[in-house]
């Protein structure tokens, strides 16, 4: 059992909720001294993150010496779980509780009761354990899923991956929708948008991703730009160069994010000085059978796409969906990148495409005029199903 291998909802709330390979962090600042050190935070466990697979260890060590070096209360509250080399550490720091659940009953770690924090290796025997403060966790995020990078919240419940494979039958399938709606191409019954989003039975071979390479050491960086003059472009991976903004700290990002996508910081009083700079990930495309399509680049979609002129030409990838109901076409809808946008297309299907954003309780057909989608949004092909997710916010 390992932290990286889990699945991880995030709860809505004011801090911030991070997750680096088989590092898991959430941090509740008050105030602008506590503030200050949450991008040593994050950045301290997404190096780790990246360098090593059982990190937890070195997670804890680095985290104590990040605030001992700062008087009380200029601490922020900080949990964290992370797989060390005999099992999981865990640390907890301030107004920050780490549940374990087990068959055999609970086990809490409160940052509270402690002079200066807590931190611990425990066995990974556990089924779940959630972080956050103890009474002002905020309520989950219906159907978050973060995979890797930073996101807001208050807290954060970890489903260990053995626990989650115990509890399904080999056969079992998912339950019956409440209800349906007529689709207005097909003769078949649609499922109501959302009803199908419990996770799928982990399918074989499925390796999780992660959307963004982990910064490296900025022990040197370039001053900030200043209004008037030309910024020079963020080095970084290779991409389409589109425009965008740099976080205090130098990494590129959407005009429009609330937040630093690699190191969490707050982009809100930022100076949007815009650069040009190449595009990262804007997320992934999770199908209904749990495989999933990081976001860089266009994708046609349908039961036989690599017949479509730009996959062909290596100009967009393929979604292949089977399906023995005949109700996908060849080259059913297309998924492309737009700036910062993700957008999908019908490609002109004989059954439509149809769109339902998060919260929708029916479909909406999509044209063949590319339409923006939203992270949340499910996209209908046939009788599959496609979850954008990413942990990217926008204002």
């Known amino acids: 059992m390992s932290v990286g291998a889990a699945a991880v909802g995030v709860h809505a709330g004011e801090g911030l909720v991070a997750r680096f390979g088989e590092c898991l962090l959430v941090v509740l600042a008050e105030g602008e001294a506590q503030r200050d050190v949450v991008p040593d935070i994050i950045a301290a466990a997404s190096e780790l993150g990246a360098a090593g697979a059982k990190p ?14 700062r008087p009380v209360e200029q601490q922020p509250s900080v949990g964290a779980v992370a797989t060390a080399e005999e099992g999981i550490a865990i640390f907890a720091r301030g107004d920050v509780d780490v549940r374990l659940e087990a068959s055999e009953g609970l086990q809490k770690l409160s940052g509270r ?10 066995a990974p025997d556990f089924d779940a354990a959630v ?8 309520e989950p995020v219906s159907g978050s899923s973060l995979r890797s990078g930073v996101v807001p919240g208050s807290g954060a419940t970890i489903e260990m991956a053995d626990a989650r494979r115990d509890t399904l039958e080999p056969d079992e399938v998912a339950p019956e929708p409440p209800t349906s709606i007529q689709s207005p191409i097909a003769d078949a019954e649609v499922p109501v948008p959302g009803a199908e989003r419990e ?13 963004d390479e982990p910064p490296g050491e900025h022990d040197e960086r370039e001053p900030l730009p200043v209004a008037g003059a030309t910024p020079a472009a963020p080095e970084g991976a290779e991409g389409p160069l589109v425009q965008g903004v740099l976080c205090s700290r130098d990494h590129f ?3 429009n994010s609330l937040y630093c996508a690699t190191c969490g910081i707050s982009m809100v009083h930022q100076t949007h000085n815009l650069v040009d700079g190449p595009r990262p990930a804007l997320g992934v495309m999770v199908v209904d059978d749990g495989s999933s399509f990081v976001l860089d680049a266009d994708y046609v979609v349908g039961r036989d796409p690599d017949q479509a002129a730009e996959v062909a030409a290596g100009d967009a990838r393929s979604i292949v969906l089977p399906d023995v109901k005949k109700a996908i076409s060849r080259v059913h809808a297309r998924i492309r990148l737009d700036g910062w946008s993700v957008t999908v297309a019908d490609a002109g299907s004989a059954n439509g495409t149809f769109m339902a954003q998060s919260g929708d309780q029916s479909w909406t057909r999509v044209g063949d005029a590319p339409v923006p989608i939203n992270p949340g949004t499910t996209v ?16």
Do not use: C, Q, Y
């Open 56 to 69: 937890g260890d070195d997670l804890v060590r680095r985290l104590a010496g990040l605030l001992v070096e």
């Open 113 to 122: 009761d402690a002079a200066t924090w807590i931190d611990r290796i425990v």
């Open 131 to 138: 972080v956050g403060p103890a009474g002002r966790l905020g």
């Open 199 to 211: 996770e799928p039975t982990p399918s074989a071979g499925f390796v999780p991703v992660a959307l």
């Open 253 to 255: 990002n959407d005009p």
């Open 380 to 395: 209908r092909v046939g009788h599959r199903t496609m979850l954008f997710d990413s942990h990217r916010r926008r204002g």
